[in-house]
Structure formats: C-alpha cells, structure tokens
C-alpha cells in the first residue's frame, strides 16, 4: 500500500476509509502460479469497469502493476492467490462521498494462500442476486449478501452456494458462475441474468470455441433456475468457474450426489491444459 509493502497486521486503512464505512470499493481476486498473476491483464479491465462503474476514479494501473509485482515478489512461490482492492479512500460516515478533487483512492494489494480442489459442493439459498441492481456486474466490496449465503452453503457442508435473480433464473455462485451440461451442451447464464463477467468464464467461452466444445451462453428463456430440479433428477450436470476455482464439476447439490458430466470434465481438462500454456491469455 502507499509503494511501500507492510505486514498483514498492520494498519493501513483509516477506519473512515468508505471501503470500510459502506463497502465503496471494488476489488479482483487472480489466482498466482509460480509466483505470477494469471491473466492480470483481463483483471485489471475488469477492476476499471467496476472502479468507473461505481463512480470511483480511474485506477492507476502502472501504480497497481507495481504493486502486484512487489507483493507477489515478496510472497514466494508460496502465494496462490492475489486480492487487489480499491476503494473511494477517507470519506464521510454516511454513503454520501467527497467530490472528485477531495477523494483520496485506496489501493491495496494482498497475495495469501490458496486450496484448489477438484470438484465442489453446492447449495440453493432462498436469496437473489437482483439484475436490475445500480451495481449489477460490478466486482464491490460489498460482499456482504455473499458472505451470508456462503456462510449458509458451509453451514450445510457445501462449498458454494448457488443463487437465482429476481426473475427465476439461474445467475451465479458467491464467488462462481454456474454452468449447466445438458443434452451434449455447456450452457451458462447470460450476463443479462445480473452474474459477474467472470474471467474463467469468459476464457472458458473462447477456449472451447477454439477447441470444438460445445459450451455458450445461454438464451434467454434457456436456464430457468428449476433446471437445478432436472439436474438433481439426473437430467443434467452441473459445473463452476471461478478464478481460483478454475472449472470444477460440482459433485453434490443440496446433499445430494451428483456425476460430473464427461463434457464438464473435458472442459476442466482443457482449462487447465491453456491455463498452463500462457500466464496472462
Ligand atoms: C459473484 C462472483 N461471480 C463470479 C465470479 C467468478 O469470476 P472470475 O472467474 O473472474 O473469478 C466471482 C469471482 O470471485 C464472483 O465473486
């Protein structure tokens, strides 16, 4: 933080930081291999959309560069994942913020440990991600609804709890997008569902399209979330993607088991076949 690198206790943000006060932030999440970022540059896009997206100033991206190299420099081979957070810096108590000239962004950078499985387990919840949200797509800080469904998915032993929107369908998982293998096809939901832009996701898209997989987003219409029902039926499988996730077949929902499809399985085979050719595709 600030060019200069500090110890994972100490204090670096003032405690009327708005990141802090009202969750005025946003934030990527990369996965670290080998001591490098992978597909930092895919991130760093994403972090500008949602930074002006949320009416936050611009990042500095040759200031955040910076700062990952140096933090992942000092982390080691050990590190598996890095956080890069943003946010309005010092602000008032309330949601209002100081003008354009006033704010003072804070921008920190943080790499830690990662546990990578192979597959994961998965719940419904009774809450919704509302696509019609001022923030809808956007990578905030405010986290707080995930941090609630998620803390309910490990509560009943899952990994990852998966939510509908507003209108029935299928949408995303806490820190996930969904897929469904059904009928020879790998269908995820559109973005229009309100679920993150996520870049496993994307990478996904495009490195099967190359390859001959049939894996696409989603009509409309296409993946209502009661196709989980015909999932737990046998009548499909299901499949998540995340950046330190990467594709991982989703092998119990609710309690129940269920088989990885073999077209999920050769998407995870494939991902992590491309995710080893290029550290920033
Ligand atoms: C809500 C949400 N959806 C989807 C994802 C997956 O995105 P990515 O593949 O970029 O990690 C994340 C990542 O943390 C997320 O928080």
Same mark, same amino acid.
């Given at each position: 933080?600030?060019?200069?690198?500090?110890?994972?206790?100490?204090?670096?943000?003032? #405690?009327?930081?708005?990141?802090?006060?009202?969750?005025?932030? +946003?934030?990527?999440?990369?996965?670290?291999? %080998?001591?490098?970022?992978?597909?930092?540059?895919?991130?760093?896009?994403?972090?500008?959309?949602? #930074?002006?997206?949320?009416?936050?100033?611009?990042?500095?991206?040759?200031?955040?560069?910076?700062? +990952?190299?140096? /933090?992942?420099?000092?982390?080691?081979?050990?590190? =598996?994942?890095?956080?890069?957070?943003?946010?309005?810096?010092?602000?008032?108590?309330?949601?209002?913020?100081?003008?354009?000239?006033?704010?003072?962004?804070?921008? /920190? $950078?943080?790499?830690?440990?990662?546990?990578?499985?192979?597959?994961?387990?998965?719940?419904?919840?009774?809450? /919704?991600?509302?696509?019609?949200?001022?923030?809808?797509?956007?990578?905030?800080?405010?986290?707080?609804?995930? +941090? $609630?469904?998620?803390?309910? #998915?490990?509560?009943?032993?899952?990994?990852?709890?998966?939510? #509908?929107?507003? $209108?029935?369908?299928?949408?995303?998982?806490?820190?996930?997008?969904?897929? +469904?293998?059904?009928?020879?096809?790998?269908?995820?939901?559109?973005?229009?569902?309100?679920?993150?832009?996520?870049?496993?996701?994307?990478?996904?898209?495009?490195?099967?399209?190359?390859?001959?997989?049939?894996?696409?987003?989603?009509?409309?219409?296409?993946?209502?979330?009661?196709?989980? %029902? %015909?999932?737990?039926?046998?009548?499909?499988?299901?499949?998540?993607?995340?950046?330190?996730?990467?594709?991982?077949?989703?092998?119990?929902?609710?309690?129940?088991?269920?088989?990885? =499809?073999?077209?999920?399985?050769?998407?995870?085979?494939l991902f992590q076949e491309r995710v080893a050719e290029r550290i920033d595709p």
């Amino acid at each position: 933080m600030d060019g200069r690198l500090r110890a994972p206790r100490d204090a670096v943000v003032t #405690a009327v930081d708005h990141g802090l006060t009202v969750g005025d932030g +946003v934030f990527e999440t990369c996965a670290v291999q %080998d001591g490098q970022a992978f597909a930092l540059t895919r991130h760093l896009r994403r972090l500008r959309t949602s #930074a002006l997206g949320l009416g936050l100033p611009e990042p500095d991206e040759g200031a955040v560069r910076d700062g +990952v190299a140096a /933090v992942l420099a000092a982390a080691g081979p050990q590190a =598996g994942r890095l956080r890069i957070t943003l946010t309005g810096g010092p602000g008032p108590l309330g949601s209002n913020r100081l003008t354009p000239d006033e704010q003072r962004p804070t921008l /920190v $950078v943080m790499a830690g440990p990662a546990v990578r499985a192979e597959s994961a387990r998965a719940v419904r919840v009774p809450w /919704v991600r509302n696509e019609r949200s001022a923030v809808a797509g956007l990578k905030t800080t405010s986290y707080a609804e995930n +941090v $609630v469904a998620l803390a309910e #998915a490990y509560r009943r032993g899952a990994d990852e709890a998966v939510l #509908a929107n507003t $209108v029935g369908e299928l949408c995303e998982g806490t820190g996930s997008n969904v897929l +469904v293998e059904r009928d020879g096809e790998l269908l995820t939901p559109a973005l229009s569902s309100g679920c993150l832009a996520g870049i496993t996701r994307e990478l996904l898209l495009e490195w099967a399209a190359e390859a001959g997989l049939p894996v696409r987003e989603a009509e409309t219409g296409e993946l209502p979330y009661t196709v989980l %029902d %015909d999932v737990l039926a046998g009548g499909g499988h299901l499949t998540l993607s995340g950046s330190v996730r990467n594709v991982q077949p989703v092998v119990a929902l609710d309690g129940s088991p269920l088989e990885p =499809g073999p077209l999920s399985l050769e998407a995870q085979r494939l991902f992590q076949e491309r995710v080893a050719e290029r550290i920033d595709p």
